[in-house]
């Protein structure tokens, strides 16, 4: 028994030592390509360098060395050094640039950052010279690697890099060091660093970032909007509610903030303001339906209001105002289906409300009573009549939507027309299973 734990110590001992040598040789051979790399300009002997750098950083032996990792930190600023020149070159398809290594400025930064925390002092002088000399020269990089990846859409590698550009400068002047960063550009580093944050939904990576530029008076409106999302996630809708407000009055023009407005406002139920919001943002973009579509649906349900609160008036208002915003943005696109989708379902559902009472009237068996329940039938079948080839028209424009689909279902076994209502059934279901429609009913009907 002594002599096999005798056996595994001497073994565990190798396996260490072994470990320790691939750190030591790792880096012997990183620095022997990265010297051929420096004088041949040979990217394969750049790549290999990179190879052995990872190699180098696995061992935390040397991964803690401050020789090498400002050796590290060089290999890595090559790198993306090197990427930065192709892909300024590359005016066909800069995204298409291959990257040696992925996060390469990051990389060097945090190398050298850790070498000169790990340096001895005394003893470790030039490494810190060195380490801060690459520091400095590898800033600029650091920000075109968030840049491009801003450009690629990859919001992970932009916050990474943006993150780095400011915890860069912050270290460069804690350690009494100049930074490439003046004050106007840390700024911009921060904002997109919180913007790529902020897309990702990264709350607690923007919130220090943004409110550091709020209180800078940085000037951007996309600062308030990104402000708004982080404390509306937050549950804070009074804070959200307060940047949403103070940007939308240093910036009474940008529409980005006026939509966001208009959410804030939808979400709170504040429908007699939500009007004038809209009406707003359709004068800034009177072609974008989706505005019309809103707007109408905010007028329907004001009408709603009215309605259930019986005041006839402004419930004929509302539905008139409603009907005139759908019909309004049709003339911008007489092939948006939200809209005719949503005209359908407006005269519909106050023909469903009418029917309400007529089941009341119906139980009336009086010869006035019944004279009053055949002229609100009439008026029922008259608006369920109207509202059909709104549906008819949605279904064709779109027959894949599942309320429309729904809606003509109904409204066909309504009229009895239980082989149409089935024809729908089967097509709501498959959509329900995850399959697409092909062709429109109507269409195919030569409607």
Known sequence: MRKLLLSMLVLLLSVTAVMAQSGEQALKDAKKAFDNYSLTNDATK??????????????PATKADAEALVEVGD????AVNSYVIARSTNLTDPASTEKLVEGAAVKSAEAYMAAINNA?????KKYIKAAIKGLTAVQGNISNEGIYAIQDKNFEESMAAFKTSVATHEFLTSKGEESALDAEKLNDEK???????ILLKNFEVAEPMFLDLYKNNY???????????????????????KYLSEGRAAFPEETQLLFTEINFYLAQGRLSELTEKLSEAIAKEPENTSLYATLGQVYEQLYNQANEAGNEADATKYF???KAKYEEGLTKDAEASRLIYSLGAMIYNRGAAMSQELVELGNDFSKEGQKKYEALKATVDAEFDKALPYFQKAEMTDPNDLNTLIALKEMAARNDEYEVSNEFKARIEKIQAGETIEKSYYKEKGM
């Open 46 to 59: 750049l790549t290999e360098a990179i190879d052995m750098a990872a190699k180098v950083m696995a061992d």
């Open 120 to 124: 001895d002092p005394k003893k470790g």
């Open 75 to 78: 290999i890595y600023a090559a």
């Open 219 to 241: 000037s951007d409106a996309s600062l308030y909007d990104g402000l708004y999302k982080i404390y509306e996630a937050k549950g804070d809708m009074e804070a959200a509610g």
């Open 320 to 322: 008139d105002l409603a």
């Open 191 to 197: 904002y997109y660093a919180g913007l790529s944050a």
